[in-house]
């Protein structure tokens, strides 16, 4: 079984910026991971993805040149970084890990999922 531990979540000022990271447990290198979110009163929904080789990425529109997801294989990481942060942002990050080698958009695709972290963005 594969385990995903997000961290870096909190609460950040409009136009701030966070940093999440994902830690991966086992041989988890060479497969795409991406982060979900889930706003309150809202549904899930994709917000970007990376390649088992970090060659390829996948974002939503609405976060599309303002967060930046990257891999840092050494330590089975996985890290998004969020600028100009939005009060709508607000949600529950979850990152997830699919048992396949490029981004998918689509949640159904990822067979591993964290428990999530908190991200709060103040007007």
């Known amino acids: 079984q594969v385990q995903l531990v997000e961290s870096g979540g909190g609460l950040v000022q409009a136009g701030g910026s966070l940093r999440l990271s994902c830690a991966a447990s086992g041989r988890t290198s060479t497969y795409a991971m991406g982060w979900f979110r889930q706003g309150p009163g809202k549904e899930r929904e994709f917000v970007a993805a990376?390649?088992?080789?970090?060659?390829?990425?996948a974002y939503a529109d609405s976060v599309k040149g303002r967060f930046t997801i990257s891999r840092q294989n050494a330590k089975n990481t996985v890290s998004l970084q969020m600028n100009r942060l939005k009060p709508e942002d607000t949600a529950v990050y979850s990152c997830a890990l699919r048992g396949g080698s490029w981004p998918s958009r689509h949640e159904a695709d990822y067979d591993y999922w964290g428990q999530g972290t908190q991200v709060t963005v103040s007007s």
């Open positions: 990376i390649s088992g080789t970090g060659g390829s990425t």
